[in-house]
């Protein structure tokens, strides 16, 4: 395995670490919130903001892990039916327009950073920029996804079905019946 990968593999994993983090948080907050006001009459007053601001986020950051492993919704009727060059042509214009709408996401979420600066949150005083700022880190981090796809697929790295970048529930089946019906050696067992 390449540097990159290794490196990759690490952020990816570091990233579902962070999620479920993040997901667990939030139902610590809002649960500890719910017991605190209809057991006690009472409530942790930035926990429900807390929670928000995590959610966002997991969002994101999801987003992140979804775009690397093709779980975005997409129809592919049409590129399943291509030759090769008009997969690989149909696939490099979908990855530049992503690229396209990344820059005007990061854009738009640098300005709105940089406005909301001054700007804090009513109950934990915490800055709105921190919101605002995991549109620049899911751009970058969705960007270098795609950059590496697009050099993989410029480069004659990928092979036909990875032009197609979606997966039909069916496919996943057969998929894992494949997996469960191998062994060690690609073999099937009798």
Same mark, same amino acid.
């Given at each position: &395995?390449?540097?990159?990968?290794?490196?990759?593999?690490?952020?990816?994993?570091?990233?579902?670490?962070? $999620?479920?983090?993040?997901?667990? @948080?939030?139902? *610590?907050?809002?649960? %500890?919130?719910?017991?605190?006001?209809?057991?006690?009459?009472?409530?942790?007053? =930035?926990?429900?903001?807390? /929670?928000?601001?995590?959610?966002? =986020?997991?969002?994101?950051?999801?987003?992140?892990?979804?775009? !690397?492993?093709?779980?975005?919704?997409?129809?592919?009727? *049409?590129?399943?039916?291509? #030759?090769?060059? %008009?997969? !690989?042509?149909?696939?490099?214009? /979908?990855?530049?327009?992503?690229?396209?709408?990344? *820059?005007? $996401?990061?854009? %738009?979420? =640098? !300005?709105?950073?940089?406005?909301? &600066?001054?700007?804090?949150? #009513?109950?934990?005083?915490?800055?709105?920029?921190?919101?605002? &700022?995991? %549109?620049?880190?899911?751009?970058?981090? +969705?960007? @270098?996804?795609?950059?590496?796809?697009?050099?993989?697929?410029?480069?004659?790295?990928?092979?036909?079905?990875?032009?197609? &970048?979606?997966?039909? /529930?069916?496919?996943?089946?057969?998929? +894992?019946?494949?997996?469960?019906? !191998?062994?060690?050696?690609?073999?099937?067992?009798?």
């Amino acid at each position: &395995m390449c540097l990159v990968e290794v490196l990759i593999q690490r952020v990816y994993s570091f990233l579902k670490l962070i $999620i479920a983090l993040f997901l667990s @948080l939030m139902a *610590i907050f809002v649960f %500890g919130n719910v017991v605190l006001r209809y057991a006690f009459n009472s409530g942790i007053t =930035w926990s429900e903001e807390v /929670s928000r601001f995590l959610f966002i =986020w997991l969002i994101f950051l999801g987003a992140i892990l979804a775009l !690397k492993d093709n779980e975005h919704l997409g129809v592919d009727s *049409i590129v399943k039916k291509l #030759p090769l060059k %008009g997969k !690989k042509i149909v696939y490099v214009i /979908s990855n530049l327009l992503m690229i396209i709408t990344l *820059i005007l $996401i990061f854009d %738009g979420s =640098w !300005k709105l950073t940089i406005i909301n &600066m001054d700007q804090s949150a #009513p109950a934990t005083g915490m800055s709105y920029a921190y919101i605002y &700022m995991i %549109g620049m880190v899911m751009s970058v981090c +969705m960007g @270098l996804i795609i950059i590496l796809r697009l050099f993989r697929a410029l480069s004659n790295k990928m092979s036909e079905s990875e032009f197609v &970048m979606t997966t039909d /529930s069916e496919e996943l089946v057969e998929q +894992m019946e494949l997996e469960h019906t !191998k062994d060690g050696k690609g073999e099937k067992m009798s």
